[in-house]
């Protein structure tokens, strides 16, 4: 009777001391949750909680702001669509293919993703600069690269291209190759298999890296400042826009940050939507080899 009363107490403590452990456990968990989000959470919301919308509309009004979005506009579509021209092919053979090299190559064009982007912008200029290697060239001919508009889409692309080569590349390597040779079989060329069986399927994860390059082309900032300069209206895109308000005008600044906080998130959450479509099966194969 003894021994059963003390196993029986036994198991009791030691089942207060498993219950004890993991609320220890809990309790740290929260804790360092609450700190990381807290950290991260607090800068936004006190970026929001500046300033009035009356203040916000207002700073709208100004030429430095509206130039500066119009640009930033204009200067991340034009890089959007050359990465995705030049990048898709690129991304599309190293998915399917195998070479010498390759790995080399795949760390090259990955290389912009961890480049300091003031390296960026210095390499860029020794490259287009009046003096620099293909430059000099350039400048024989009377054209003039660096501090133009078009230094500005050239660092973009630069520092970008590698969110959408990456993301395209791994969408077409998900792609089963089967349903391509199926495609043939049926009489597609290879044009129209890509259109019409890989591209489909893989989109989910294209509209992603496309999504993730044109953020990133618009929070550009230092690869820009040394490469493009800071002109209004020429070459100071929103990031530069708000560098040059901080010293000025700081609702500006900060209403011109609120707009690329809310671009940013709503990147972020369609991505996260387009990944979890991926997931759950995204484009039905059997259904785009019944329209081939």
Not at 47 to 59: D, E, N, Q
Not at 147 to 166: D, E, G, K
Request: glycine share 6%.
């Amino acid at each position: 009777m003894k021994s059963t009363i003390s196993n029986e107490s036994f198991e009791a403590r030691n089942a207060k001391s498993t219950r004890l452990k993991n609320a220890a456990k809990l309790l740290i968990v929260f804790l360092l949750f609450s700190v990381v989000i807290t950290y991260l959470a607090l800068p936004i919301v006190a970026l929001f909680a500046y300033g009035t919308p009356f203040g916000f509309i207002s700073s709208l009004s100004t030429a430095m702001v509206q130039e500066a979005i119009k640009l930033s506009l204009i200067t991340t579509l034009t890089t959007l669509a050359v990465v995705i021209i030049f990048g898709t092919p690129v991304a599309y053979y190293n998915a399917r293919h195998s070479y010498r090299g390759k790995r080399i190559i795949e760390t090259l064009m990955d290389l912009p993703i961890v480049l300091p982007p003031s390296v960026a912008g210095i390499a860029l200029l020794l490259t287009f600069g009046r003096m620099g290697l293909l430059g000099q060239y350039f400048n024989i001919l009377g054209i003039n690269i660096a501090f133009t508009t078009t230094a500005v889409v050239l660092a973009q692309i630069f520092v970008s291209s590698p969110f959408y080569v990456r993301q395209a590349t791994t969408s077409f390597e998900d792609v089963d190759p089967e349903y391509e040779k199926a495609a043939h079989t049926l009489g597609a060329s290879g044009t129209a298999t890509f259109f019409r069986v890989t591209a489909p399927i893989a989109l989910n994860g294209l509209v992603s890296g496309a999504l993730m390059t044109w953020a990133r082309a618009l929070g550009e900032f230092g690869a820009t400042l040394i490469f493009a300069g800071n002109f209004q209206g020429v070459t100071q895109t929103m990031p530069l826009a708000i560098y040059t308000a901080l010293n000025s005008d700081l609702n500006a600044a900060v209403n011109l940050a609120v707009i690329l906080v809310l671009i940013c998130f709503a990147v972020i959450i369609s991505v996260k939507v387009l990944t979890l479509r991926e997931k759950h099966g995204g484009k039905d194969e059997k259904t785009v080899l019944d329209q081939v």
